[in-house]
């Protein structure tokens, strides 16, 4: 039995595209793929379309379950649904899987039509622009002109606030949540961590691993334990392991001794054991190159000067990686062009894993503004 405010079943569709999509390496996808799922119905005036963009290891599977016995639901169950803070009673809910991703989307681990392998590291490097432009196209395969908002938390973010700059006419509210305008430089440092992590595993075979019928598990389970270090904050990690031990006392060897160590192993294992380390390289980059004010003359508030949705910025306090005052850079630029922005800054002890928790007041502000929404 599902839950009176579950989508309950849903089925992931794919969308086939034959208009080649040149990309902003320059490299050209002759035809690609898009894995997406809808929650709600689409209104007759089209006008109550809401698209989520996820974040680096995220995918469409927003919200329900494939199968009643499915463990776990999509990765936003708790904001999208019937009577949740993103109704699906009002709204038209679109998830799905970027570019370059490992979860039904063109990527590297998918067929390449041309060869019928794999595409491996043929596959071109991806960006935030790229990901808006492939979105577009989704949409307009849809029938769908206008957002009633797009909403994206962390590198989902990132793409909210750039369908703003190349899109502005195909807006009307953007959350931009957990984010920020670009990565700082200790940012792209762990990036670059766990790029050569994955890239310096033997069994990475300069990303063909697949022809090889390997996977460099070493490499992805340590990028992705370093990148759950950085999603917590100290205290979230202090208050849910602290110091404790995994037996009791310890063993003075290099096995698990602490329950910190035990879940970091698990979190990795279980990483490596369901993403692809291609589409891993892949959205660190796209992370790394978002930087939409570089062709303003570094100047942030240029960049958004086409803007015209309303917009709804949230950091949390604890969130070191994408800081309270790097959302307020975004918030300082919208007010610059004179646009409506509301801006929270939510008391939360997740770090930046706080956008994808159930936080009473988070929910409350996200509630709160998407039912005054008009469609």
Avoid at 51 to 71: F, M, Q, W
Avoid at 103 to 130: C, I, M, N, Q, R
């Amino acid at each position: 039995m599902f839950e009176s405010n579950s989508v309950g079943i849903v089925k992931a569709q794919v969308a086939h595209f034959t208009r080649p999509l040149t990309l902003k390496s320059g490299a050209v996808l002759p035809q690609y793929h898009l894995a997406y799922e809808t929650y709600g119905e689409l209104n007759a005036a089209k006008s109550n379309a809401v698209l989520i963009c996820h974040a680096l290891s995220g995918n469409h599977h927003v919200a329900g379950r494939y199968t009643p016995e499915d463990k776990y639901p999509g990765w936003w169950d708790n904001l999208v649904g019937p009577g949740k803070p993103l109704d699906t009673n009002k709204f038209f809910v679109i998830g799905l899987n970027n570019l370059g991703g490992c979860h039904g989307s063109s990527g590297p681990s998918s067929v390449d039509p041309l060869t019928d392998k794999p595409y491996s590291a043929t596959f071109p490097v991806v960006t935030v622009e790229d990901w808006v432009e492939s979105q577009a196209r989704l949409l307009d395969y849809l029938g769908i002109d206008q957002l009633a908002a797009v909403i994206g938390g962390s590198l989902g973010g990132m793409q909210a606030l750039h369908w703003n700059i190349v899109y502005p006419e195909r807006v009307r509210h953007a959350f931009v949540i957990a984010s920020a305008p670009n990565l700082t430089a200790q940012n792209m440092a762990f990036n670059e961590v766990a790029r050569q992590a994955i890239i310096t595993d033997p069994e990475f075979f300069d990303g063909d691993y697949y022809n090889h019928g390997t996977v460099p598990r070493r490499g992805l389970r340590i990028a992705r334990m370093l990148g759950h270090i950085t999603y917590l904050s100290d205290d979230a990690m202090g208050e849910k392991f602290g110091r404790k031990l995994r037996h009791g006392d310890v063993k003075y060897s290099f096995d698990v001794e602490f329950e910190m160590e035990s879940y970091l192993r698990y979190q990795g294992d279980k990483f490596a054991g369901e993403f692809d380390a291609n589409t891993y390289l892949r959205m660190t980059r796209a992370l790394d190159y978002f930087d939409p004010a570089l062709d303003f003359e570094g100047n942030l508030s240029k960049a958004l000067s086409r803007a015209k949705a309303k917009f709804v910025v949230i950091s949390f306090t604890t969130d070191w990686r994408f800081s309270p005052a790097r959302s307020r850079e975004i918030v300082q630029a919208l007010l610059d062009n004179a646009l409506p922005v509301k801006y929270a800054e939510v008391t939360s002890a997740h770090g930046h894993d706080a956008f994808l928790m159930p936080d009473a007041h988070y929910h409350a502000i996200m509630r709160a503004y998407l039912e005054q929404i008009k469609v």
